[in-house]
């Protein structure tokens, strides 16, 4: 497997007693599709390695204690702090409707319902407060917000996109 194959899952963040548990950031949206993982992958010096869990107790505000299997000093845990945590893509949850991860939808078709088929889509740009679909059209770049209010229709089969866009906001770009 190489590093496309994985998603960012969360990150330990430090030692949880003396028992060789540590406190993880779970950055997901539903913590709970979580709670019984059996593993997971760090990233050591660039290289995602498995490691087993021996149990999950999840908590408030997206984190949860855990307790990695041969792990059982705070020795141990400390080792940990700071790690990376990863997951195969092939484990996703299979979203449906017009919810998307941002790494399927690239390459997809972007049709606005006022202006018709405006590119595709190159990539998506994660800015602090905004993320946003980067479109080809032609030697032209269209960036449109990434709210549910814009997005009309995801059709995985034709690999289309469907949009209304803010009145305006693709004339600036043409």
Do not use: C, W
């Amino acid at each position: 497997m190489n590093k496309d194959d994985f998603y960012y899952l969360g990150k330990i963040l430090k030692t949880h007693g003396n028992k060789g548990q540590v406190l993880i950031h779970l950055d997901v949206d539903e913590p709970e599709a979580y709670q019984k993982l059996e593993s997971v992958f760090l990233d050591l010096h660039g290289e995602r390695i498995p490691f087993f869990i021996a149990s999950i107790e999840l908590k408030h505000n997206r984190k949860a204690v855990v307790q990695f299997q041969d792990f059982e000093s705070l020795e141990d845990a400390e080792s940990l702090q700071g790690l990376e945590m990863y997951l195969p893509i092939t484990k996703l949850p299979t979203l449906k409707g017009n919810h998307f991860y941002y790494h399927e939808i690239t390459g997809f078709q972007v049709v606005d319902l006022n202006h018709g088929n405006i590119g595709v889509i190159d990539d998506i740009l994660e800015l602090p407060h905004q993320s946003l679909f980067q479109i080809r059209f032609g030697e032209k770049e269209i960036l449109i917000p990434i709210v549910d209010e814009i997005i009309q229709k995801v059709d995985r089969k034709k690999k289309i996109l469907m949009i209304e866009a803010p009145a305006g906001l693709i004339e600036i770009y043409l």
